[in-house]
């Protein structure tokens, strides 16, 4: 009875608990469709050689033949679990959980481009990337390790999928020079360690971009993927067996001929980036209160990086609602390691008092997802 009066007395509690009953909804939509993109995924492997966005069908094809459904699903549903809690450990060591940072907590968490959005595009790859900067952002920095790992991070992430090149590995690059190089300095053994890790992801991207195709017909590709299947009668969850095929040339041609429609959803994510202002305000006072020049000039440069690589995925892949939406994450995880570095004063935190601010949490909270290709 207390914990019931808490909650209605915090209504910043009271969104959490509503955020988390908007979860279980889009989880239970989820799993009611079918996982085109993901369940194909699953079973392409190095069958046929080197092969791009084939590194977790390769992983599973190692301990099962045979490719079930609800393996989307369950892989999915534990890695966004991972995901979930290790941001929660990374809220919990950069900010605590007192009440001075409650309303931040629910902007990123209930923001419907992060965890709600991830449990909506369950089964895809864009959540990998995630995860491995929550992680890079909870361990050490201290040594050459610390670069390497990340550069072994940024390596996986292209094998799983080469777009990841621009939708995490810039992130990822932020978080190694804002963590490892601004704290301990650059010095010609790091500065090496940094370029070469650089230039071998970029190799391995150029080689998945245009060395990874099948090099045997569509049809006897999708016969060995039909034979991987556990459920041979779902022939219709290998619809997708083109995109092994289709140059770049294509996806960015099929991305402008749809550009015109797509882009009526711009002013939906405008609207959802905006309802977010109380946590760039913040991100915005982090950055200003930052002891040193060069470190705030750096962290703009890392956030125009970032973003010019999404403003790239837009010009070549029309999953348009996923891109602005990792884009945010990106942004949230960047805050994290702004936060890391040196200030010269301490920031207010978001005000949980303010109505503006808690219209906003609200309406945060209670929108389920952004989407895959168009708004909702």
């Not at 699953?42 to 099962?64: E, N, P, Q």
Request: hydrophobic share 55%; charged share 10%.
């Amino acid at each position: 009875m207390n914990f019931k009066l808490r909650v209605w007395e915090n209504p910043w509690r009271l969104m959490l608990a509503v955020n988390a009953a908007v979860l279980v909804g889009v989880f239970l939509h989820k799993i009611a469709l079918p996982p085109y993109v993901p369940y194909i995924h699953l079973l392409v492997d190095y069958h046929f050689g080197f092969t791009k966005r084939a590194l977790i069908g390769a992983i599973i094809s190692l301990f099962t033949v045979k490719i079930p459904v609800w393996l989307v699903f369950a892989l999915g549903g534990a890695v966004w679990l991972i995901t979930a809690g290790l941001f929660v450990q990374l809220f919990r060591r950069t900010f605590g959980f007192d009440k001075r940072h409650l309303a931040l907590f629910v902007f990123m968490t209930g923001s419907p481009f992060f965890l709600k959005n991830f449990m909506h595009t369950l089964g895809h790859f864009d959540i990998y990337g995630c995860l491995f900067a929550i992680c890079l952002l909870l361990i050490p920095a201290r040594s050459l390790a610390y670069v390497l790992l990340a550069a072994m991070f940024s390596i996986v992430l292209v094998l799983i999928h080469h777009i990841h090149l621009l939708m995490y590995v810039p992130t990822i690059a932020a978080i190694v020079v804002l963590r490892h190089y601004l704290v301990h300095g650059t010095s010609r053994p790091n500065v090496a360690v940094g370029i070469t890790s650089l230039g071998a992801v970029g190799a391995l991207f150029l080689a998945a971009q245009f060395y990874g195709t099948i090099p045997v017909p569509e049809r006897e590709f999708v016969a060995y993927l039909h034979s991987r299947m556990a459920d041979p009668s779902q022939t219709k969850l290998l619809s997708f067996s083109y995109i092994w095929y289709q140059p770049l040339s294509k996806e960015i041609w099929d991305t402008w001929q749809r550009l015109p429609h797509n882009l009526l959803g711009a002013p939906v994510f405008a609207l959802l980036i905006w309802l977010h202002t109380p946590l760039w305000r913040y991100f915005r006072n982090l950055i200003a209160a930052l002891s040193i020049d060069a470190h705030r000039y750096i962290v703009t440069a890392t956030i125009i990086i970032v973003s010019l690589g999404y403003l790239i995925m837009f010009a070549m892949v029309f999953d348009y609602s996923r891109w602005v939406s990792n884009w945010a994450v990106c942004m949230f995880l960047i805050l994290h390691a702004v936060k890391m570095l040196p200030a010269s004063k301490d920031v207010p935190p978001i005000s949980a008092d303010d109505r503006k601010t808690m219209a906003f949490g609200w309406i945060v909270a209670l929108i389920p997802r952004v989407g895959i290709v168009r708004p909702f």
